[in-house]
Nanobody
Framework: QVQLEESGGGLVQPGGSLRLSCAAS????????MGWYRQAPGKERELVAA???????NYADSVKGRFTISRDNPKNTVYLEMNSLKPEDTAVYYC???????????????WGQGTQVTVSS
């Protein structure tokens, strides 16, 4: 079993900041990549930011310069620092991890349950 536990969502005013955290636990041998996706009402889920084990990162154009993703590999945790938040950042944010499992060949994708981020005055 693998679990991704998210925390840090909430309500913030435009221009404010939030920090999301996601900790992975369970039976896995390594985490190749961890990241954050978001889904706003009526829209498809989209990539926000992702980070590989060795520190390479990728961001959606809409969040470049405002959001920062980071990983704490010993803690199997990924963070998303969100600054200068805009109403259009309002969405459910989902943690994502691509992992190798013990005794099982291949890579597997796991999702957290999601955390709501609302940007509103």
């Amino acid at each position: 079993q693998v679990q991704l536990e998210e925390s840090g969502g909430g309500l913030v005013q435009p221009g404010g900041s939030l920090r999301l955290s996601c900790a992975a636990s369970g039976s896995f041998s390594s985490i190749n990549a961890m990241g954050w996706y978001r889904q706003a009402p009526g829209k498809e889920r989209e990539l926000v930011a992702a980070a590989t084990y060795d520190g390479n990162t990728n961001y959606a154009d809409s969040v470049k310069g405002r959001f920062t993703i980071s990983r704490d590999n010993p803690k199997n945790t990924v963070y998303l620092e969100m600054n200068s938040l805009k109403p259009e950042d309002t969405a459910v944010y989902y943690c994502n991890a691509i992992m190798a499992r013990r005794y099982i060949t291949g890579l597997f994708t796991y999702w957290g349950q999601g955390t709501q981020v609302t940007v509103s005055s």
